[in-house]
């Protein structure tokens, strides 16, 4: 009879930093837009490398849109669910990717013709790569490329079909709870 052990691991923390995004597709000419994240984390280990790391995150997103030959800011604030799988090596490196869920909670957006510029919901996939420190304190650099629409509106001179693209850096924590 063999008998397997896992370790198993639990931890939280904060975690903060920069957003540059932009928009994809579509018939819009953007250029990038520096927001910012922040919010806490849960990361549950399993083995030796692996763990998954749920976050809830205010996010702001955005881009800056040429319309009329002029340029406006664009910007929709989340509140960002990320699920991501770690790999982790023994020097503290890792890999992570996984889906993430970005709930609409407001937007600002200077074209009046236009009611609601964002849908409620915007799915994506992110992946990046870090270092976490033994006592939890990391660096990560991710990319989330999204899988639906950000547009929810009609217009003319907008075809509303592109999605959010972002670049995150990012500062946190892990405060190990059982270790």
């Known amino acids: 009879m063999t008998i397997t052990s896992f370790a198993q691991t639990f931890g939280f923390g904060p975690k903060a930093g ?12 953007t250029d990038a837009k520096v927001g910012y994240h922040f ?10 490398v692996f763990s998954i790391q749920p976050e809830v995150l205010f996010s702001t997103l955005g881009a800056k849109v040429e319309s009329s030959g ?6 929709i604030n989340y509140l ?8 982790r090596t023994r020097s503290g490196f890792y890999l992570e990717a996984g889906p993430q869920a970005g709930f609409r909670l407001s937007e600002s957006v200077p074209d009046q013709t236009i009611d609601h510029f964002a849908k409620n919901l915007d799915i994506s996939l ?8 033994n006592i939890g ?5 991710r990319y989330v490329a999204g899988l639906s ?11 509303p079909d592109f999605k959010n693209s ?3 850096g990012s500062l946190f924590w892990v405060i190990p709870i059982k270790e």
């Open 18 to 29: 920069v957003n540059l995004s932009n928009y994809q597709g579509g018939n819009i000419q």
């Open 39 to 48: 919010g806490g984390m849960l990361n549950f280990g399993f083995g030796n």
């Open 70 to 75: 002029s340029k406006a800011d664009f910007k």
């Open 80 to 87: 960002t669910v990320p699920v991501m799988l770690k790999f």
């Open 126 to 133: 992110g992946a990046g790569l870090g270092y976490q420190s």
């Open 137 to 141: 304190l990391g660096i990560g650099f």
């Open 149 to 159: 629409k950000v547009g929810d509106f009609s217009s003319q001179e907008i075809n």
């Open 166 to 168: 972002v670049i995150q």
